[in-house]
T-cell receptor, first 118, second 109 residues
Framework: GAVVSQHPSWVICKSGTSVKIECRSL??????MFWYRQFPKQSLMLMAT?????????EQGVEKDKFLINHASLTLSTLTVTSAHPEDSSFYIC??????????????FGPGTRLLVL | SQELEQSPQSLIVQEGKNLTINCTSS?????LYWYKQKYGEGLIFLMM?????EEKSHEKITAKLDEKKQQSSLHITASQPSHAGIYLC?????????FGTGTRLTIIP
């Protein structure tokens, strides 16, 4: 149980284009989803927190117009990197949790999406 | 803010040997999580500890939270190549999960 998927796993795009990454909780309804970014050999950096049906809360220093987050349903959240540039190249990981499950505070992570902007 | 320090930073262990990874918090822990990450992949949830003195095991991995709830250890018995990866401890503060500095585990034949 508590499986989170991400799609795509890899994406290569040209500078200036937008990229959408999907995060799905497959076997539970996620009350909250999180988006992280990870640089090589570093720990995860929280970008934003999103609750179903409400606007995402962004961490300090994260541009909300650059990284659009939509949490349209209890099983799906999307991260759109708008007008991507090479410095946006990174490993993006989502996680989900549900207070409706016995292990409500535990975050379950997706497999990650590697973005390369040329 | 809560800071989590892990030691060692990296560990090279011969297959079959035991090992221990430590996670020390600057504040009292009200929930301590252990995750494992393989390079280029997401995080796999291992265990969560909440009570002082609590100990949990899953297969050959045992995690403990000390009585004062400021330190946790992760112990692997008879290590295998599949145990290789980065181990991260984490704690939730204000609804946000803060990660430790990470321990990179390499298993050699």
């Amino acid at each position: 149980g508590a499986v989170v998927s991400q799609h795509p796993s890899w994406v290569i795009c040209k500078s200036g284009t937008s990229v959408k990454i999907e995060c799905r909780s497959l076997d539970f309804q996620a009350t909250t989803m999180f988006w992280y970014r990870q640089f090589p050999k570093q720990s995860l950096m929280l970008m934003a927190t999103s609750n179903e049906g409400s606007k995402a809360t962004y961490e300090q220093g994260v541009e909300k117009d650059k990284f659009l987050i939509n949490h349209a349903s209890l099983t799906l959240s999307t991260l759109t990197v708008t007008s991507a540039h090479p410095e946006d190249s990174s490993f993006y990981i989502c996680s989900a949790r549900s207070y409706r499950t016995p292990n409500g505070k535990t975050q379950y992570f997706g497999p990650g999406t590697r973005l390369l902007v040329l | 803010s809560q800071e989590l320090e892990q030691s060692p930073q990296s560990l090279i262990v011969q297959e079959g040997k035991n090992l221990t990874i430590n996670c020390t918090s600057s504040k009292t822990l009200y929930g301590l999580y252990w995750y494992k990450q393989k390079y280029g992949e997401g995080l796999i949830f291992l265990m969560m500890l909440q009570k002082g003195g609590e100990e949990k095991s899953h297969e050959k991995i045992t995690a403990k939270l000390d009585e004062k709830k400021q330190q946790s250890s992760l112990h692997i018995t008879a290590s295998q190549p599949s145990h290789a990866g980065i181990y991260l401890c984490g704690a939730v503060t204000n609804e946000k999960l803060t990660f430790g500095t990470g321990t990179r585990l390499t298993i050699i034949p």
